[in-house]
């Protein structure tokens, strides 16, 4: 399960969002854009008991623009920075807790989360770069590994709406 996050109109926080529509189409697991309101997705994230959901957001963890971080519950900075009303650490406890799935979070340095701007240069080279790796890991041609495994590479290369992207 894929679970982008973010609004669309500030900027970098739609970098989620923006990693949805790459691969749409072109991964087989269900994407669900929950926009700036992932709370209103809680039983589509849930539903069909996911092994491992990953959420996709612009996060503020003090690091340059378009760093990108993975996140597990015990690893997430207290003090993220965060444009949604409910924190993340609480979204990740919660979805954790009521599927029973590995929940991970790829997290994008901002570099601007202004009204009307679009996003970075920076944040849309680590959209496409998620994108790149998401595709390559899950695409259709690796459907058989299943969502835990793109969880796991995910982990390993640290450094809406809701419908099936493929």
Avoid: K
């Avoid at 990953?54 to 519950?73: C, I, K, M």
């Avoid at 965060?82 to 650490?89: E, I």
């Avoid at 929940?103 to 009204?115: H, K, R, Y």
């Amino acid at each position: 399960m894929l679970v982008g996050i973010g609004n669309r109109w500030r900027g970098d926080d739609g970098a989620g969002p923006a990693v949805i529509d790459r691969v749409r189409g072109q991964v087989s697991t269900r994407c669900i854009d929950a926009g700036e309101a992932p709370e209103r997705h809680l039983g589509e994230a849930t539903a069909g008991a996911p092994e491992a959901i990953v959420l996709l957001d612009a996060v503020d963890f003090g690091e340059a623009p378009g760093e990108l971080a993975v996140f597990n519950l015990q690893d997430l900075p207290r003090r993220s920075g965060t444009t949604h009303d409910v924190p993340l650490r609480t979204l990740m406890h919660y979805l954790g807790a009521v599927s029973g799935a590995d929940v991970l979070l790829v997290g994008i340095q901002p570099a601007d989360t202004a009204f009307g701007s679009g996003l970075s240069a920076e944040v849309r080279a680590a959209v496409d770069a998620i994108a790149d790796l998401l595709i390559g890991r899950y695409g259709r041609a690796r459907a058989a590994q299943g969502p835990a495994g793109v969880a796991a590479h995910a982990a390993d290369e640290e450094g809406g709406q809701s419908h099936p992207c493929t």
